[in-house]
């Protein structure tokens, strides 16, 4: 596995709980309710999987490899990457003041976390797009396979450093839970 595989095989829990965010916020803007506790790991996995895991390795690791080998930062494509983390981050922040409000019984909370919500699934969906099939394989064709590894073994380390050991797997069942309730 290269440092680029693991981040896409990433995408793949990022998008997943994508779609369940969508259908929490169908449900909520249709009036239904949502289990609060369901909204807490939601919010869990988008700061700390999402962000606090995924979002580190290339900020602090692939990026400044991508920018040793001459890819831009400044009018290109790794300042994008890095505006859009800074809005998902913003809309994040919006879901969590919204599902505090929801739990406190505010009713207009719902509105807010479906605002926040559907516009992180906007931002996430075409940042990764982005991330897939133009960033990643710029890095695949540019950096050699050693540094490729080296990327790779360090990820192991932003892991166990920045969530710990073992979360990264509670997250993916979390994931399994959340889809059998939400998706099917």
Do not use: W
């Not at 939601?42 to 991508?66: G, I, N, S, T």
């Not at 926040?116 to 897939?132: F, Q, S, V, W």
């Not at 540019?142 to 990327?151: A, N, S, T, V, W």
């Amino acid at each position: 596995m290269t440092a680029t595989e693991q981040l896409k095989a990433e995408h793949k829990g990022i998008k997943l709980m994508l779609r369940i965010i969508e259908k929490m916020c169908e449900r909520l803007k249709s009036g239904g309710s949502v289990e609060p506790e369901h909204l807490e790991q939601v919010l869990e996995f988008l700061k700390v999987f999402a962000d606090k895991c995924h979002h580190a390795k290339e900020e602090e690791l692939l990026f400044p490899a991508l920018e040793k080998i001459g890819v831009p930062r400044e009018g290109g494509p790794i300042g994008v990457m890095l505006a859009e983390h800074d809005k998902a981050r913003e809309y994040v922040k919006g879901i969590s003041e919204g599902i505090a409000r929801y739990k406190a019984g505010e009713k207009r909370a719902a509105a807010k976390i479906v605002e926040n919500g559907m516009a992180y699934i906007r931002i996430l969906t075409a940042h990764i797009d982005k991330e897939d099939y133009v960033l990643y394989p710029v890095a695949d064709a540019k950096l050699p396979r050693d540094i490729q590894d080296e990327l790779l073994a360090k990820f192991d380390k932003v892991e166990i450093q920045k969530i710990g050991a073992g979360k990264h797997e509670q997250f993916h069942k979390m994931l399994e839970n959340l889809e059998k309730v939400y998706l099917k």
